[in-house]
């Protein structure tokens, strides 16, 4: 398969106008599942193309071991897309599950499923998004049940649990019901776009990242919609924690992040604070357990829908838990 699309691409270079990149484009366009298809209309337009190349007395006889080459199709055809740049990306057989732990995000939710399918649809990666919906007395559950009717039990799944329970235990029930075998971690409130999950993916890939941490504060990482109040917060936790612990990551407080599942999985189960502090702690830990950690800089606006709930007790909570790690790692 490799060579057949190299000689597809050798015989442009010759000059020949052969529409050699639609067909190099019949075969990116699918995802796996319709992979197979897309190769038997590679086949009608390679004859196509033998047909259309006769008349220019090119070199076509690799043509003749196509069938050979097509019998055992997946594999060399999978590798041939992954020499092709981007395309690599999808054939790999990952699978990212998203972890969307909602509370009162009725009006965030639909929005935020809608983004996360497109994005993943159009870039061909294999997702499925879990809602862990605890309990919201304004309905998520049933916004949930609604999308997922319409986007299907394999995209969207639901796991559920009676209360607010908080968010650390949320992602620990989450990783429980994943299939991937990486694990994106984000927040339902539209703070976190997922146009940035493809850089994600990049980077953890060029390097090979145990996690990859989206960051506000580096590169062309940004906040926007917070008052003075909550960027000094913010700003501040994340100062006092680098000159505390430096873990060697530039946002410690974000939570858009993507996982190795197995990673995610230690870090959970080892991690042992609540609220605010928790995402510090994850990558305090991921350091301490020597995972190496990638960054991208991502822009984090403030939440579209719903109240905002830092106030003084979290702010508390914060301290304490940077003063317990301080102490303990
Ligand atoms: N399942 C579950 N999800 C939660 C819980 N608490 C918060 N969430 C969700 O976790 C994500 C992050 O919580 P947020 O309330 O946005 O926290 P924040 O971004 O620090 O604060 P604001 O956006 O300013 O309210 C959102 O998707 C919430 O709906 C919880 O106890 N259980
Ligand atoms: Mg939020």
Redo the contacts with the bound molecule.
Sequence with gaps: MDWVLGKVVDQSDCGASLGNTKIIDLVFADDAVTFTESLEVLVMALEALHEEAKPLGLEVSWLKTKVQVFGDLLDEAVQSVHACGDVTLRMTGDKYSVL??????KDNLPIIVWLLCKYFDESGFVYEIII???GSPDGTLEVAKKLQDIYGEEKIVLRP?AK????GT?YIHGIKHATGNFVFIM???L?HHPKFMAEFIKVQKEGNFDVVSGTRYGGDGGVYGWDLKRKVISRGANYVTQVLLRPGASDLTG?FRLYRKEVLQKLVESCVSKG?VFQMEMIIRARQFNYTIGEVPISFV??VY?????GGAEIMGFVKGLLYLFATT
């Design positions: 969307l732990p909602t509370y009162n995000e862990i919906d605890d649990r607010k329970l908080g968010l949320a927040d339902a409130d703070s939570s605010y403030d939440r719903g109240e905002s709930k830092l």
